[in-house]
Nanobody, 124 residues
Framework: QVTLVESGGGSVQAGGSLRLSCVAS????????MAWFRQAPGKEREFVGS????????RYADSVKGRFTISRDNPKSTVYLQMNSLKPEDTAVYYC?????????????????WGGGTLVTVSS
């Protein structure tokens, strides 16, 4: 079992920045590829970005490419999401996910463990 706890959410004006963190516990963090998803009110949960076990490979949704950066610190069992140039449409609950499968997670079905989420609100 892996427990994931997100933090760093909050309210920010458009154009601002936030950094989300997700701390893992329970099993060897470096055995899991990690991902961030988000869910806006009334919408389905969607992929934001993911990172390989070593941190050497990343993937991003087109909507955040060039603005968001995912990184990880394996000794600290933490994955980060740096969000710059935030837009009102980035408003959502952001979820951290751990994948025990092969490759880099891109879909909900790739995620083995989920965190409880952290709310990001971007005002115009």
């Amino acid at each position: 079992q892996v427990t994931l706890v997100e933090s760093g959410g909050g309210s920010v004006q458009a154009g601002g920045s936030l950094r989300l963190s997700c701390v893992a516990s329970g099993r060897t963090f470096s055995n899991y590829a990690m991902a961030w998803f988000r869910q806006a009110p009334g919408k389905e949960r969607e992929f934001v970005g993911s990172i390989s076990r070593s941190g050497g490979s990343t993937r991003y949704a087109d909507s955040v490419k060039g603005r968001f950066t995912i990184s990880r610190d394996n000794p600290k069992s933490t994955v980060y999401l740096q969000m710059n140039s935030l837009k009102p449409e980035d408003t959502a609950v952001y979820y951290c996910g751990a994948s025990g499968g092969v490759g880099i997670p891109l879909y909900l079905r790739d995620i083995t463990y989920w965190g409880g989420g952290t709310l990001v609100t971007v005002s115009s």
